[in-house]
């Protein structure tokens, strides 16, 4: 049986493949991955300005891990079922540190892009405090519905994880379309409701795998 860290290392390759890394047509990939950080981090910022400072917006930008952590994780147990309990953690782990660092360039990009247009001029810091619970809530939030995407993935197929992504997504843009401004007040309390819904998603892997054996 192998290790965890083999199975990280090899997630970590397969997902370097499936973001275009090596592969022949990788470029369109990674176009499109540069494209997603153009817009959401440099044109959005630019056009919103010193608004993109706002605690609600940056506390929505730190949770966009989630846009990509779950799918990435869907596709990946879509691929193949893993063997073991490690090579399933393995998976959703580089799906989520995936996510991770999508959510990152994008966050980081926006600020650069804020600052620097803004040279010279007397300009606020975000709000380091609140910006950490949020990043917190976006990596539980990451781990949670890639974890359930996994789940869905093994006792069902890669459709029904993908059809309960959509409407999970949209029940998570009307709540944040009405409420947003509730997101910097429940960041902490939310990451705590999402790692417990991991760790109950977590068992029901464990469950999906030892029935599928």
Not at 37 to 46: E, I, K, R, T, Y
Not at 154 to 174: E, Q, W
Not at 178 to 189: E, F, I, K, T
Request: charged content about 15%; glycine content about 8%; overall charge positive.
């Amino acid at each position: 049986m192998q290790s965890f860290p083999y199975h990280l290392r090899d997630e970590g390759r397969a997902l370097w493949s499936r973001v275009g890394i090596g592969r022949p047509d990788g470029y369109r990939i990674l176009l499109i991955h540069l494209a997603l950080v153009g817009v959401f981090g440099v044109f959005l910022p630019w056009t919103k300005g010193l608004e993109f400072l706002d605690s609600v917006i940056t506390s929505a930008y730190a949770c966009l891990g989630v846009l990509f952590a779950a799918p990435a994780a869907a596709q990946a147990f879509a691929a193949d079922r893993p063997g073991t309990m490690a090579g399933a953690m393995a998976r959703i782990l580089m799906a989520v540190l995936y996510g991770e660092c999508m959510a990152a360039a994008i966050l980081l990009a926006g600020f650069v892009t804020v600052y620097l247009t803004r040279l010279g001029r007397v300009i606020f810091a975000p709000d380091i405090e609140t910006l950490a619970f949020a990043v917190a809530l976006g990596m539980a939030a990451s781990l949670a519905l890639a974890t359930a995407a996994a789940s869905i993935t093994l006792l069902f197929s890669a459709n029904a994880a993908r059809n309960a992504l959509r409407i999970l997504f949209l029940l998570l843009l009307v709540i944040f379309y009405y409420r947003s401004g509730w997101l910097p007040d429940v960041a902490g309390r939310a990451a705590l409701a999402c790692l417990a819904v991991a760790a109950a998603e977590i068992f029901a892997v464990r469950f999906a795998l030892r029935r599928g054996k």
